[in-house]
C-alpha cells in the first residue's frame, strides 16, 4: 500500500517581499530569488547532488554519504536546521559543511526527506514511514515551519492507512528495529503493539479448551519480530484475556523459531561397549568450546532465553514438559539469571511425569568455558540439576496428596528416573554418591518391579569395574531382590558382576515368592470352602509334591551356603594363593544355582498343567 505526495515547486518570490519572508534565524540570510528547486539527485560514488540550475551551497553528511544540496529548501521547512548557526564555508566549492550524526533511518531515509524539502514526490509506505515519521522528527519539520509538513504527513498515513492493517502494522514494527529510541519515544511501538494485541484478541473469540489452527493464525507473523516487541505484543495479549495455553503455544512457536537446537539424538551411545560416540560438530554447544560464536550472539541468545522463561504464563498446562526442559538445558549453557534457572526448575518439577529421557539429559558445560578444572573431573550431564528438579516434585506431590485425595504420580516417575539412571551410568566420572542419592530419592513404594533400577546398577558396576567389593554392596543395597521379575533374577543369578551375597539373595526372595504363593492358595481354600472344597481336594496330592520339592530347595540353598562359608576361609587362610580351589568352589556354586534356576522352571510348568486355572490365585512365577 503506497500514497503518493506531490508537492508542487515553490512560487517565485517577488523582490519587494524578499525582506519580509526571511527566517526567524537571523543568521541565515534568505536569498532573494529562490531558483533552487531540483529536477532530482545524481549519484557519484558515495555523494549525492541535486540537480539544479544553481550551485549547491550546503554538504550534509549522513553516515557515509554526503549530500550537497540548497540551504533554503532545507532551511524553509526543517527547524533542525533553521536554528543551526551555519557558517560560511572556507572552500567555496565545499559549500556549508555538516554532518547529522546517528541520524533514523540512515541516508536512505535522508534522501526522501531531501526530495520531500525540494517538492518532488515522495512515497509512503509501510516499509518507509517510521523511518520518515523519526527523521522529520529529528529535523523538526513541524507545521509551524510549513503547513503540510512531513510530520504530519507521516503521522496521517501511519493511524489511518497502515495500523488498519494487519500486515501493514507488522511491517511497520519490524522497520523499528533498528530506529531505536526515535521509534520509541515517538510511541510507533506502543501503538503497533496495542493494534497487534486488538487485532488478536477480536479474532480468536474461541472459548474451547482445544487450540484450533484457526487460534494460531497469528503465531508465524509475531515470531519474525525482534524478542522485545514480542514480549510487549504478548503482554498486552494476556491483559486483554487471551487463554493461556494459546500464549504458551505462540511461546512455543517463538523458541522452536529463534533458539539454538539441542539435539540430543545426535549424541550417538554405543550401547554394547557403554562408551560415548560425541561428534563435536554436532554437539559443540554443549561443551561450550564453539570458539567461533562472538559474545553479542551469546548475550542475544541469553536475553532471548531469559525473556521467554519471564513470560511463560503461570499455568503448568499452558507449555510443554519438554520445551521447559530445552529451555533450562539452554539456560545453563547460556550462563543465563540463577533466579530464572531456579524458578524453571520448579516449574518442570510440576510436569516431571510428561518428560522423557531424553529431556533429562541436561549438559554440564556452558557456553565460554575452555578447560575444566582439573581437580575435579566433570560429568557429561548435569546431575545436581535432575536432583533438585525431582525434590521439588516429591514436595509437590506430598503438598498435593495433603491438600486432596489425589492419585500419586510417583509410580511413573520411577520408570523415568531409573532409565535416566541407565543413561547416566554409562559415564565413568559419575561418582557413586551421586548415583545412590539420586536413586534413593523415590520412597519405597514408588517401584513396583525393580528390573529398571537393577539395569541402571549392572550398568554403573559394568561402567566402574574397579569398585571395591564394599562399594558394590553399597550400591547393590539400594535394590530389593523381591521386586524383580522372573527373567531379573534369572540375570542376576549368573551375574559375576553382582556381590554373591546379593546373589544369594536374589535367591532367597524367589524362594519366599514361592512359599508364600502356596500359602496363599491355602488360605483362599480355607476362606471360601463351599465353592472350591472339590477342587482343592482334587489338587492336594499336587501341592504335596510342590512342598516336597520345596523342601529339597531348601536343603539345596543350606548346601550352597556352607559351601561359601568353607570357600571364604580357604580363601583366608591361602591368601590367594590357591585359585584352584576357589574356582572349583565357584563352579559348584553356579552349577548349584542352574540347578535351583532349572528346579524352579520345572515347577512353574508343571503347576501350568496340574493345577486348574480356577484355583489358582497367584502363579509362582
Not at 511491517?171 to 493494534?195: F, M
Request: charged share 25%; aromatic share 8%; hydrophobic share 35%.
Amino acid at each position: 500500500m503506497q500514497k503518493l505526495i506531490l508537492d508542487g515547486q515553490e512560487d517565485t518570490i517577488d523582490d519587494e517581499s524578499d525582506e519580509s519572508n526571511q527566517v526567524n534565524d537571523q543568521s541565515i540570510v534568505v536569498p532573494t530569488m529562490l531558483n533552487a528547486a531540483a529536477d532530482g539527485f545524481v549519484k557519484k560514488e558515495k555523494s549525492w547532488f541535486a540537480t539544479s540550475q544553481l550551485p549547491s551551497d550546503l554538504s550534509i553528511r549522513v553516515e557515509d554519504i554526503t549530500f550537497y544540496v540548497h540551504k533554503y529548501p532545507l532551511v524553509a521547512r526543517c527547524g533542525y536546521l533553521n536554528q543551526i548557526e551555519l557558517h560560511e564555508p572556507q572552500n567555496s566549492h565545499l559549500g556549508y559543511d555538516l554532518k547529522l550524526e546517528k541520524f533514523s533511518g540512515g541516508s536512505e531515509t535522508f534522501e526522501t526527506i531531501l526530495k520531500f524539502c525540494y517538492g518532488l514526490p515522495i512515497s509512503l509506505n509501510p516499509t518507509n514511514v517510521a523511518a520518515l515519521r523519526c527523521g522529520s522528527e529529528f529535523l523538526e519539520m513541524t507545521e509551524a515551519m510549513e503547513e503540510g509538513n512531513l510530520i504530519s504527513k507521516t503521522e496521517a498515513f501511519f493511524t489511518f492507512v497502515a495500523l488498519t492493517s494487519w500486515n501493514d502494522t507488522i511491517t511497520v514494527i519490524k522497520s523499528c528495529e533498528t530506529l531505536s529510541p526515535w521509534a520509541e519515544n515517538l510511541q510507533i511501538v506502543r501503538r503497533c503493539c496495542d493494534s497487534i494485541a486488538w487485532k488478536i484478541f477480536r479474532e480468536n473469540s474461541s472459548t474451547g479448551d482445544i487450540i484450533t489452527n484457526e487460534e494460531k493464525w497469528w503465531f508465524d507473523d509475531v515470531a519474525t519480530l525482534r524478542i522485545d516487541f514480542f514480549l510487549r505484543i504478548i503482554t498486552a495479549v494476556r491483559v486483554k484475556g487471551i487463554k493461556p495455553e494459546i500464549i504458551g503455544s505462540c511461546i512455543m512457536n517463538y523458541g522452536d523459531k529463534w533458539l539454538p537446537s539441542m539435539n540430543n539424538e545426535a549424541r550417538g551411545t554405543d550401547i554394547k561397549h557403554g562408551t560415548n560416540r560425541w561428534n563435536d560438530s554436532q554437539w559443540s554447544i554443549t561443551s561450550g568450546r564453539n570458539r567461533e560464536m562472538s559474545n553479542g550472539q551469546n548475550k542475544e541468545q541469553r536475553t532471548i532465553i531469559e525473556s521467554l522463561i519471564s513470560i511463560l504464563p503461570p499455568q503448568k498446562e499452558a507449555v510443554s514438559c519438554k520445551f521447559l526442559l530445552k529451555l533450562l538445558k539452554l539456560s545453563i549453557v547460556y550462563a543465563a539469571s540463577p533466579a530464572l534457572i531456579f524458578e524453571l526448575e520448579k516449574r518442570i518439577a510440576m510436569v516431571l511425569e510428561n518428560a522423557s529421557t531424553n529431556d533429562l539429559l541436561i549438559p554440564t558445560y556452558a557456553v565460554g568455558e575452555q578447560t575444566l578444572n582439573s581437580n575435579e573431573e566433570q560429568t557429561i550431564h548435569n546431575i545436581d540439576v535432575v536432583q533438585r528438579i525431582l525434590d521439588y516434585f516429591l514436595m509437590y506431590e506430598q503438598q498435593r496428596l495433603q491438600q486432596q485425595e489425589l492419585k500419586s504420580t510417583t509410580l511413573n516417575i520411577s520408570k523415568l528416573v531409573d532409565s535416566y539412571l541407565a543413561e547416566i551410568a554409562r559415564d565413568p566420572n559419575v561418582s557413586i554418591t551421586k548415583f545412590q542419592v539420586l536413586a534413593e530419592s523415590l520412597p519405597r513404594h514408588a517401584r513396583t518391579c525393580h528390573d529398571g533400577l537393577y539395569r541402571a546398577i549392572d550398568t554403573y558396576l559394568k561402567t566402574h569395574p574397579l569398585l571395591s567389593e564394599h562399594d558394590r554392596r553399597r550400591l547393590c543395597k539400594i535394590m530389593d531382590g523381591g521386586k524383580l521379575s522372573l527373567d531379573g533374577c534369572m540375570h542376576a543369578a549368573q551375574n559375576e558382576r553382582l556381590p554373591l551375597r546379593i546373589v544369594i539373595q536374589v535367591l532367597l526372595s524367589e524362594q519366599v515368592k514361592m512359599r508364600a504363593a502356596l500359602q496363599g492358595k491355602d488360605i483362599t481354600g480355607s476362606d471360601d470352602n463351599s465353592d472350591k472344597e472339590n477342587c482343592w481336594s482334587s489338587t492336594k496330592n499336587e501341592v504335596k509334591s510342590l512342598r516336597e520339592e520345596l523342601e529339597n530347595v531348601k536343603m539345596q540353598m543350606a548346601e550352597l551356603q556352607r559351601d561359601y562359608s568353607e570357600l571364604q576361609q580357604e580363601y583366608e587362610k591361602a591368601n590367594n594363593k590357591h585359585r584352584s580351589s576357589w574356582t572349583s568352589g565357584w563352579r559348584k556354586i553356579k552349577k548349584s544355582a542352574h540347578f535351583i534356576r532349572k528346579m524352579v522352571e520345572d515347577e512353574t510348568h508343571e503347576r501350568k498343567h496340574r493345577v486348574k486355572s480356577g484355583c489358582r490365585r497367584q502363579s509362582i512365577s
